[in-house]
């Protein structure tokens, strides 16, 4: 079976532009979960969605959106971007429900340089 | 913010040694997972260790947990150079909407020489 697929892989985009990063997860799984990694840090939550449903926001700006689609693949928007926003973005699928945080398997991610 | 911080923060050792790594959170927890991560890439499930496990093993891989003293430590025995990677703790924390969330560690960089 194939992994959690993210992409695209790696971008570049300008301070005040919009950036839309996509997740496939495993199939099967319906939790799909979002992670913001800055160089030299752990990954830091951003998004929870469990069937379609946003189950819980980490301590990011309104500028961050995110949606999870019949197919339980989701998109993560990020508006606005701001040099800070530079960072690996990664995806995470689970079996688990809402209920329990078992094992997360990641995608690569996507690398997004903000200039 | 980061739940847990690792130490230490870079371990340089010989290929056939043992590699420890240590790990502190600050609130209660149900289950305590170990990460391990490529430079740059994905992160890569080890280990899940719940709240009422001491310790548990997994191939190459033994961790312990002691919630009175909220630490863990994930030991590699006998590491490869291939082990090379930088290891993360996680805890598990519920969200208002239901859900949850894992708070990561700083983690450890862990190099293994030949």
């Known amino acids: 079976d194939a992994g959690v697929t993210q992409s695209p892989t790696h971008l570049i985009k300008t301070r005040g532009q919009q950036v839309t990063l996509r997740c496939s997860p495993i199939?099967?799984?319906?939790?799909v979960s979002w992670y913001q990694q800055v160089l030299g840090q752990g990954p830091q939550f951003i998004f929870q969605y469990y069937e379609k449903e946003e189950r819980g926001r980490g301590n990011f700006p309104d500028r961050f959106s995110a949606r999870q689609f019949p197919n339980y693949s989701s998109e993560l928007n990020v508006n606005a971007l701001l040099l800070g926003d530079s960072a690996l973005y990664l995806c995470a699928s689970s079996r688990q429900g809402a209920k329990n945080t078992g094992e997360l398997f990641f995608g690569e991610g996507s690398r997004l340089t903000v200039l | 913010s980061q739940q847990g911080e690792e130490d230490p923060q870079a371990l340089s050792i010989q290929e056939g040694e043992n590699a420890t790594m240590n790990c502190s959170y600050k609130t209660s927890i149900n289950n305590l997972q170990w990460y391990r991560q490529n430079s740059g890439r994905g992160l890569v499930h080890l280990i899940l260790?719940?709240?009422?496990?001491r310790e548990k093993h997994s191939g190459r891989l033994r961790v312990t947990l002691d919630t009175s003293k909220k630490s863990s430590s994930l030991l590699i025995t006998a590491s490869r150079a291939a082990d090379t990677a930088s290891y993360f703790c996680a805890t598990d924390a519920r969200l208002t909407g239901g859900g949850n969330k894992l708070t990561f560690g700083t983690g450890t960089q862990l190099k293994v020489e030949l």
């Open positions: 199939s099967g799984h319906k939790s």
């Open positions: 260790i719940r709240s009422n496990e």
